[in-house]
């Protein structure tokens, strides 16, 4: 059982820059896979990037290639996704997710923490 608890969305002009943490606790924490995904209002939930256990693999979305960094410590249970350069499209919500591999399909996540908002004025 993995328990996720994210943190560090707000608001933010366009082009500043968010961190978001994932804490997790269980662990196991360091034999999953993670990743981080959004949804926006009346929008399905969509994939933004993933990391595999020991971090050696990360995988991102073309809408956010080169603008968001996802990491891992596995000594903190925490995933991170630093995000620069943040447009107003990139206003959702916010959710962190816990899978045996990385993987850009919601339904290969087990585990999911309850979201954290970021919004994106312009």
């Known amino acids: 059982q993995v328990q996720l608890v994210e943190s560090g969305g707000g608001l933010v002009q366009a082009g500043g820059s968010l961190r978001l943490s994932c804490a997790a606790s269980?662990?196991?924490?360091?034999?999953?896979?993670m990743g981080w995904f959004r949804q926006a209002p009346e929008k399905e939930r969509e994939f933004v990037a993933a990391?595999?256990?020991?971090?050696?693999?990360?995988y991102y979305s073309d809408s956010v290639k080169g603008r968001f960094t996802i990491s891992r410590d596995n000594a903190k249970n925490t995933v991170y996704l630093q995000m620069s350069s943040l447009k107003p499209e990139d206003t959702a919500v916010y959710y962190c997710?816990?899978?045996?591999?990385?993987?850009?399909?919601?339904?290969?996540?087990?585990?999911w923490g309850q979201g954290t908002q970021v919004t994106v004025s312009s």
């Open positions: 990391i595999t256990w020991s971090g050696g693999s990360t």
């Open positions: 269980g662990r196991t924490f360091s034999s999953y896979a």
């Open positions: 997710a816990a899978s045996p591999g990385a993987s850009s399909s919601p339904r290969a996540y087990q585990y």
